[in-house]
């Protein structure tokens, strides 16, 4: 079996739902995740979570000493366009492991073994585009091709060099990380085995299946001791899919206490809920909330304008 390390930095408060993401963590025992923090809040961490606390001086630090160039490092959002630099920036940490990886902390995982299978590690050198999760091999010129230059450009060392986030550098933005590896010709694993949940909708939609599928369908999860399970209706019909984890973007989640120590619960709009009843037609009927105006949309999108025009005012 491959071994897998996921680098996981986060500094500043973790988020409310940190612990069910733990616990999520914890059913996947055969990979490893290293969190680097500054936040050291009491949670129960599972032997495969392994912490380091440092301050964010000390990683933009440890950041810059692999760069022969000015980095931009100043707010912990900005860590992002460093994701696919993870292999060489933590080879001393990643040392020993077939596979390294970055994810984020604003989902819970289900099986991940199940849907990245070691028949897959043998055919591919990147797993997945979005950087909710991703993983790559590990060995010195897969950890470098981020490096590579697509006309002329060397994208990393413009995006590394300014203060502003480059949104989608480490997946499917212009001359992003996935661009590299089609000009290179290397083969990526793509296939959407997740949920990644539309920001701009009360329901739950998974926005890959909506906007490469087609599919409108309002979905709600369980999760169960490590399985997470996706229920929407087709045709009428209540239907079930396993998937790899579910995304919750920007997602404002109500959390009952009690979830923390459930190994069951449900994940519907907009709350995290411990759950022990049937998953028929009419139990989780009532569950599949969709309102016409979604406010956390509304509130989201209003501040990020007033941010804009903060930083004109500022220019």
């Not at 500043?12 to 914890?26: A, Y």
């Not at 991703?134 to 450009?153: K, M, P, Q, V």
């Not at 994208?155 to 089609?182: H, M, Q, T």
Request: glycine fraction near 6%; hydrophobic fraction near 35%; aromatic fraction near 16%.
């Amino acid at each position: 079996m491959y071994k897998i390390g996921i680098v996981v930095p986060f500094f500043g408060k973790l988020p409310d739902n940190f612990q069910l993401w733990l616990n999520s963590c914890s059913y996947n025992q055969t990979i490893d995740w290293l969190l680097f923090t500054d936040d050291q809040t009491k949670h129960q961490y599972p032997p495969n979570v392994r912490v380091t606390y440092m301050t964010f001086d000390r990683l933009r630090e440890k950041y810059q000493s692999l760069f022969d160039f000015p980095i931009a490092l100043e707010n912990g959002y900005k860590i992002c366009d460093y994701r696919v630099a993870f292999g060489q920036i933590y080879e001393t940490e990643l040392s020993g492991y077939d596979f390294w990886g970055y994810c984020d902390v604003d989902l819970v995982f289900g099986d991940i073994r199940k849907f990245i299978t070691d028949e897959i590690l043998d055919r591919y050198d990147k797993i997945l585009s979005r950087g909710h999760l991703t993983l790559f091999r590990n060995t010195a010129e897969n950890n470098r091709r981020y490096r590579t230059a697509i006309d002329g450009r060397e994208r990393y060392r413009e995006v590394l060099s300014i203060p502003e986030n480059c949104p989608g550098f480490n997946e499917w933005a212009k001359d992003g990380i996935n661009d590299i590896y089609v000009s290179l010709g290397v083969s990526m694993y793509d296939e959407i085995i997740y949920s990644d949940i539309y920001i701009a909708r009360d329901g739950f939609y998974p926005y890959q299946l909506m906007k490469q599928k087609k599919e409108m369908y309002n979905s709600i999860f369980l999760w169960e001791k490590g399985r997470l399970l996706r229920f929407f209706f087709k045709n009428g019909s209540l239907v079930s899919q396993e998937v790899i984890y579910v995304h919750l973007q920007k997602r404002k989640m109500e959390l009952d206490e009690k979830v923390n120590q459930a190994d069951r619960f449900l994940i519907v709009p907009n709350r995290y809920l411990p759950f022990d009843g049937a998953t028929d037609v009419e139990t989780l009927r009532p569950f599949f909330r969709d309102r016409l105006i979604y406010w956390g949309f509304i509130q989201l999108s209003w501040k990020n304008l007033r941010n804009k025009i903060k930083r004109l005012i500022k220019i």
